[in-house]
């Protein structure tokens, strides 16, 4: 079983920037791919960002292209998600996600296996 815990959420003006971290442990993380997930209040969860094992393929949410980055560190067993230009309606909490699949060569999110708790990041306007 893995353990996914997130940290580096809260509060910013908009324009400005948070890195979120998930840390892994319980299970071979570098052969998985791994996603971020956001669900503000009264609304669905949302996809965010992906990238598959190896860190080759990333995937992008159409509302955080070109503000987010998605990173991994197979080393140390973390995901990074780099938000730039934050919006008041990217408020909400995040998750991080593992995708139980190794060695994928694609973000299959049907494959989800495991997610963290969450991390709340609220931008003001």
């Known amino acids: 079983q893995v353990q996914l815990v997130e940290s580096g959420g809260g509060f910013v003006q908009a324009g400005g920037s948070l890195r979120l971290s998930c840390a892994a442990s319980?299970?071979?993380?570098?052969?998985?791919?791994m996603g971020w997930f956001r669900q503000a209040p009264g609304k669905e969860r949302e996809f965010v960002a992906a990238?598959?094992?190896?860190?080759?393929?990333?995937y992008y949410g159409d509302s955080v292209k070109g503000r987010f980055t998605i990173s991994r560190d197979n080393a140390k067993n973390q995901v990074y998600l780099q938000m730039n230009s934050l919006k008041p309606e990217d408020t909400a909490v995040y998750y991080c996600?593992?995708?139980?699949?190794?060695?994928?060569?694609?973000?299959?999110?049907?494959?989800?296996?495991?997610w963290g708790q969450g991390t709340q990041v609220t931008v003001s306007s």
């Open positions: 996600a593992l995708d139980t699949t190794p060695y994928g060569t694609t973000w299959d999110p049907t494959s989800i296996g495991s």
């Open positions: 319980g299970r071979t993380f570098s052969a998985h791919a």
């Open positions: 990238i598959i094992w190896s860190g080759r393929s990333t």
